[in-house]
């Protein structure tokens, strides 16, 4: 997968459709996005203006709190104790059939009885939120299992939702995330019969942000943004157009 990467610097809805029934349901997910508008050369300047506001924002990770006191002082027991409540069979099991696989863990009631379906959570809670971040937050020093200070962690992205993961750094700099045949167009791939993510020949997803080809909900709902910028650029010339035509004077005798 090919990131182009610029420099550092849940609602519930009564009757929504929650995460379980999405997923039995259907496979992709469709999103509205701002759009930049004007020519190419505007989208560009736009975005590297965007970014040059942000540039103060912080680069490093930190603590939401970080006068709070720890729940607990590290210590064998408690890494014991932390062992015990996630081993299988322990309070956090759900004790679920895993050979009747994931399919039918997700689609059949009657085997998932101790891990019920959350109905007040809609099904794109999760995936927006999976977006949000992917927008915002990037650690590629941290190592899983080994303890880093958030200080010293460098955030990779801009912590701001700035769409930097579809847009890119604009059309100069990242140049493969537009259409070759009309810049002011993001580029969109085709998976057959449905919309897919822009590839190259090996079939790596060409993005602002890696991460958005994970898995099929977020590399929809990265699609969706992509067509409605498309759609919404479109739908927006024509109406310039129309409405250049309305006030041009009319030719005599017309």
């Known amino acids: 997968m090919q990131h182009q990467r610029k420099p550092r610097r849940g609602e519930h809805r009564a009757g929504g459709l929650d995460r379980r029934r999405f997923l039995v349901g259907t496979g992709a997910v469709g999103a509205g996005a701002v759009a930049f508008t004007g020519s190419a050369q505007l989208i560009d300047g736009l975005a590297h203006r965007a970014f040059g506001q942000i540039e103060a924002l912080p680069h490093r990770f930190g603590r939401m709190f970080p006068d709070l006191p720890p729940f607990a002082t ?13 081993k299988p069979g322990g309070i ?37 939120g999976q977006f949000l971040d992917h927008d915002i937050t990037l650690d590629l020093s941290s190592r899983l299992g080994v303890p880093t200070d958030p200080a010293s962690a460098t955030n990779s992205r801009s912590a701001a939702f700035d769409l930097d993961s579809l847009y890119g750094e604009g059309l100069r700099a990242t140049s493969p995330l537009y259409d ?24 790596k997803a060409i993005l602002g942000d890696f991460r958005n080809d994970e898995n099929l909900m977020i590399a929809g709902l990265h699609a969706g943004f992509i067509k409605f910028h498309n759609r919404w650029w479109t739908s927006s010339w024509r109406s310039a157009a129309r409405s250049r035509s309305c006030n041009s004077p009319r030719p005599a005798g017309g």
């Open 74 to 86: 590290a210590s064998d027991a408690l890494a014991e104790a932390l062992i015990d409540i996630g």
């Open 92 to 128: 956090l099991d759900a004790n679920d059939d895993l050979a009747a696989g994931p399919v039918r863990l997700i689609t059949d009631p009657a085997l998932n009885v101790n891990n019920p379906n959350n109905t007040t959570h809609t099904a794109g809670t999760t995936f927006v």
């Open 180 to 203: 070759p045949a009309d810049r002011t167009k993001l580029r969109i791939g085709s998976g057959g019969l449905f919309e897919d993510l822009p590839r190259d020949a090996a079939g």
